[in-house]
DNA sequence: TCATAGATACTGTGATCACAGTTATCTTAT
DNA sequence: ATAAGATAACTGTGATCACAGTATCTATGA
């Protein structure tokens, strides 16, 4: 598996921030589903750990959004309405679509470069039927793009964004038969940015981006 | 004091939500200073509660970078470098415009009115030299315009790049003797709202907001 | 048969202790 | 007087227990 490519947070040095990091990336891959509660006890049990580092690794996530968590009740993946994701995509959209116009004006062939290996490696699993893989290269995907505007801020909050719409993109796919869009889309993305056009690579993420948008659409 | 006023989270049922809220509203007042550290026990010993809400909450702030935190070492107030402070206010007014440009699409007379007593409130504060108070009716003419846009997403990030800038909005107001910039800059805003000119009140906005930036301007 | 009350097995929350790494202070040797 | 080294006072982290709400399931009533 490709798990430790991914970069999350630093402080992989307590055991608190590697429940954190797991699970967000059992959000980007669809193993946790909309709704699906998590028990501090039950995680715990199964990671081998305490209670301690699992509960502040909910209580994080909580805070980020990315979970949801009532008093004396067990925190729970949110479960959106339409109106809610739609609202989700939507900001999630306008950081990515910043992101990509800054990226444009910055971007070195090195970048082409990897972006393109990752868009090898999401049709290798997609023609396998690895979605998890799948899930989780179209993040890397993604998240490469806003770290390359160099601006930490947005790509935080971007990367935020993308974990909390994980569960519904994850939902979303399944529904989508084999037509490859998402390939077109991302070579699209690429070529834009490899061009330097700024805008066109806004316009392009942008669609990419509210392209689970459409399967929850009720109109912001 | 008009601290109740302040509706920060929702779970004000627990302790640790509780501190969490408190020490946000001093990071917006200016009560704590760039590069300040935090001890948990200390905290602990001041509220008069046990160690684990304190804990709890200075982990939750540092996962939304509002406060900062490596291994073992105690955590601290962000001390940003002109560069990062001036990348921080520019997604900061990124996310203001945005709000404000929906918001007057969908302003009510109500709102006017609410931001009108808060901008009297300001006067008011600022004439008594009451940094304090100013500052936080200045985060709440802020946040009342990010939740206008009824985009809850939109909200919560924009409020929390508030909390983050403002340390240093509370250090670079002490620079400004007794001009009233931000006063002009609010009527103006108000009345761009009011009159649902949605690309005046974003322009506005944007400057409003980077008007702390240009105090640690060294260009993105 | 269905509804309702009660018991039981959950849930997160808070307190407290032990531990290990970091920082600061003070002493000692050069 | 200055620098280096030991020691003491901090720091966050993790484990464990007690507690109080919440949900679920079962038994008892009509």
Redesign the interface.
């Known amino acids: 598996m490709v798990v430790q490519n991914i970069k999350f947070h630093p ?1 992989s ?2 055991l ?1 921030s590697n429940v954190y990091s797991q699970l967000r990336l059992k959000l980007i891959t669809g193993d946790l589903k909309p709704g699906e509660p998590l028990s501090i006890r039950r995680l715990a049990n199964e990671y081998n750990y305490s209670a301690m580092p699992v509960r ?1 690794a909910l ?2 996530l909580a ?3 990315a979970l949801v ?1 009532a ?1 004396k009740k067990a925190y729970r993946v949110p479960d959106l309405s339409s109106e ?1 994701a739609s ?2 995509f ?2 999630r959209a ?1 950081l990515e679509g ?1 992101s990509a116009e800054i990226a444009a004006k910055k971007v070195l062939k090195k970048d082409v470069k990897y972006l393109k290996s990752l868009s090898l490696s999401m049709d290798f699993a997609w023609k396998k039927n690895d979605s998890s893989s799948f899930l989780e290269q179209n993040f890397l995907f993604h998240s490469y793009i806003y770290s390359m505007a160099q ?4 790509e ?2 971007a990367e935020n ?1 993308y974990i909390r719409t994980g569960p519904w993109l994850a939902q979303g796919i399944k529904n989508l038969s084999n037509s490859n869009v998402w390939e077109k889309s991302h070579d699209g993305i690429i070529k834009a940015l490899s061009e330097k056009n700024s805008v066109l690579a806004r316009k392009l993420i942008e669609e990419d981006s509210s392209w689970g948008k459409q399967l929850y659409q009720t109109d ?1």
Not at 151 to 154: A, G
């Open positions: 402080n040095s307590n608190s502040e209580r994080q805070s980020e959004d968590g008093a809610e609202k989700l939507y900001v306008a910043a601006n930490p801020v947005l935080r909050m964004l912001v």
